[in-house]
Nanobody, 122 residues
Framework: QVRLVESGGGSVQAGGSLRLSCVVYGYTYSSVCMGWFRQAPGKGREGVAT???????SYADSVKGRFAISKDNAKRTLYLQMNSLNPEDTAMYYCAADFCYAVAAGQGYRFWGQGTQVNVSS
């Protein structure tokens, strides 16, 4: 059974930093594409950053230069380092995973974590 477990959320003042983690259980980790998404109250889900099985990354324009996605294959863990946080970054953050061929085919991510809340105060 595939399970994604996020951690690392919390409350921080503007300009601060947080690092989110997402451990993947029950998956062939080496073939997995993963991503971080967020949803603020009253808004739709937004893609934040993605990382392919070969380590290639992509970012939303709103977080470029401030956030960094990475993974530790040995620990089966995905990370999101968030720096220079601002109140607009306040949201529930979710990690997602699926086989890269499925993501590339436009099928989206089948597996999602439960989310971790990030609150940034001004």
């Amino acid at each position: 059974q595939v399970r994604l477990v996020e951690s690392g959320g919390g409350s921080v003042q503007a300009g601060g930093s947080l690092r989110l983690s997402c451990v993947v259980y029950g998956y062939t980790y080496s073939s997995v594409c993963m991503g971080w998404f967020r949803q603020a109250p009253g808004k739709g889900r937004e893609g934040v950053a993605t990382i392919d099985s070969d380590g290639s990354t992509s970012y939303a324009d709103s977080v470029k230069g401030r956030f960094a996605i990475s993974k530790d294959n040995a620990k089966r863990t995905l990370y999101l380092q968030m720096n220079s946080l601002n109140p607009e970054d306040t949201a529930m953050y979710y990690c997602a995973a699926d086989f890269c061929y499925a993501v590339a085919a436009g099928q989206g991510y089948r597996f999602w974590g439960q989310g971790t809340q990030v609150n940034v105060s001004s």
